[in-house]
């Protein structure tokens, strides 16, 4: 495998990493403003519910309505880190057995339909249309081409005997570490930010996690 790739993939996700850590501290210059209520409760139980209850589809008003696309939004995003998973291994030339790249199968084809069916849905779907951007579908398409590459590979080529698909699914790879911090992709990284300040400030004022009789 040539090293100019493996080198590609780790520079273009350390260029990922600062970025988005750039853009995170970036969030403290805002007004900073200090609690006067006491606190109702601990903010740690919020975050514990925004991590944990708080993701089910039965506390998500949207997913509870839309259940399919939250589910193939689970897959989605398991068959991401799948591939994030297989990439970094590709990267670092760890070598995995026939079981775990099966394993990574089942997660990374059933992302990948997933994926196409979100695509296309916001594609012919005119109410998801108007709220759509061209980042919304360049993301999407990076994204899919990731997974169903690395799907192939998983198959045809790997460490030992790097295929094609190979070179193209680590080219992609470095296209799409670079491509997160410029669109929404960055998602996956300020999610997990977002959810702890949210846990917190709402574990704090004892909104989360709701009590029984507000659930």
């Not at 600062?18 to 006491?38: G, N, Y």
């Not at 994926?115 to 296309?120: A, C, D, I, S, T």
Request: charged share 15%.
């Amino acid at each position: 495998m040539p090293l100019l790739l493996r080198y590609g993939v780790a520079l273009s996700f350390l260029i990922c990493v600062v970025l988005l850590s750039f853009e995170i501290v970036s969030t403290f210059a805002f007004d900073q403003r200090s609690h006067c209520a006491k606190p109702k409760a601990g903010g740690l139980r919020g975050v514990l519910y925004a991590f944990g209850r708080g993701m089910m589809p039965w506390e998500k008003e949207s997913a509870a309505k839309h259940p399919i696309t939250y589910f193939a939004g689970v897959a989605y995003h398991a068959g991401i880190f799948a591939a994030l998973f297989y990439i970094f291994c590709l990267a670092l030339s760890v070598e995995l057995g026939v079981l775990t790249l099966s394993l990574l199968r089942l997660l990374l084809i059933p992302g990948f339909l997933c994926g196409l069916g979100l695509f296309l849905r916001r594609a012919f779907s005119s109410n998801m249309r108007t709220l759509s951007s061209p980042d919304d579908y360049a993301s999407n398409l990076i994204v899919d081409a990731v997974l169903l590459l690395a799907a192939i590979d998983t198959r045809l080529g790997g460490v030992t005997h790097p295929a094609n698909t190979t070179w193209l699914l680590l080219s992609v790879s470095i296209i799409m570490f670079l491509y997160v911090p410029l669109g929404k992709i960055r998602h996956c990284f300020f999610f997990f930010y977002v959810r702890v300040l949210l846990g917190r400030f709402y574990g704090r004022r004892g909104v989360l996690p709701p009590r029984p009789h507000e659930a």
